[in-house]
């Protein structure tokens, strides 16, 4: 009886109706949008994982007989292309889009379903919603920022959290910096992460390891986070590359 209350959060299912409804929000989409969900054997909700992303696919648009949404299975136990390590995904059921830079670590379930939606279609129209000045921002960013924005399936606001993290990351990765990664991380798969957090409500937004917001954010109060993590770590970046230049020319010193 533990996990049935939970269990119950991850089931996937969509009427006819549903279906009706989800392939006409899709009819949206421009591009093709490319998407891995990663799964093992021993994985509790990867099966369903797995049948809500090719439901998203089996429904989006087609250009050539080819679906928007293109999925791809990648199972631990077959993965000769190295495709774990390569997105450094340890975790699953794990969902990525632009080459990692937006994440889902664990079922993008009940709620977040919506989020995700949202998300494929701005990946495939190019339009990321956000404003020019925090284009701008983030594609001048010096240094790496991760957003973790942790979520439940029953929560409302989560979806709206997770869909401006990951256009944080979308307008980073296209504008070629690739420097911002979005982590939308399922609290009741990764209690871990959800206590390492301290979370008592979601959404839970941390970024670099601090947790700086709870509730969803405005865009300028995300941005104006990200800035300085992004500057503290670059200001870090800088101070090491000071010191080695210092050692070796100690080091150099020495020998002559």
């Not at 969509?14 to 949206?28: F, P």
């Not at 631990?76 to 670590?105: C, Q, W």
């Not at 919603?129 to 606001?157: M, Q, S």
């Not at 911002?180 to 941390?206: F, L, Q, R």
């Amino acid at each position: 009886m533990g996990y049935e209350w939970i269990d119950e959060m991850f089931r996937f299912s969509m009427s006819k109706e549903d279906l009706e409804e989800l392939e006409a929000t899709l009819k949206d989409m421009r591009e093709p949008v490319e998407v891995y969900t990663f799964v093992d054997n021993a994985c509790r909700y990867c099966s369903n994982t797995v049948k809500l992303i090719e439901t998203l696919s089996n429904v989006s648009p087609k250009i050539g007989g080819s679906s928007l949404v293109r999925h791809r299975v990648v199972k631990r136990e077959a993965d000769a292309e190295g495709f774990f390590k390569k997105f450094n995904v340890s975790r699953v059921p794990t969902v990525l889009m632009i080459e990692g830079h937006i994440k889902y670590t664990g079922m993008p379930a009940g709620e977040e379903i919506r989020g995700l939606i949202e998300t494929l279609i701005r990946l495939s129209t190019g339009d990321s919603g956000l404003n020019e000045h925090t284009v701008r921002e983030i594609t001048g960013l010096k240094a790496p920022v991760k957003i973790d924005v942790i979520v439940t399936p029953t929560c409302p606001y989560c979806p709206y959290a997770a869909l401006l993290a990951n256009m944080f990351a979308f307008e980073s990765f296209r504008s070629g910096n690739k420097l911002v990664t979005a982590d939308i991380i399922e609290a009741y798969e990764n209690p871990d992460i959800a206590d390492k957090y301290g979370v008592m409500s979601v959404p839970t937004i941390a970024i670099n390891g601090e947790v700086e917001f709870i509730g969803v954010p405005y865009e300028d109060q995300l941005l104006e986070r990200v800035l300085e993590h992004s500057k503290r770590e670059y200001l870090k970046k800088v101070k090491k590359e000071e010191y080695m230049r210092i050692l070796r020319e100690l080091t150099e010193d020495k020998e002559s």
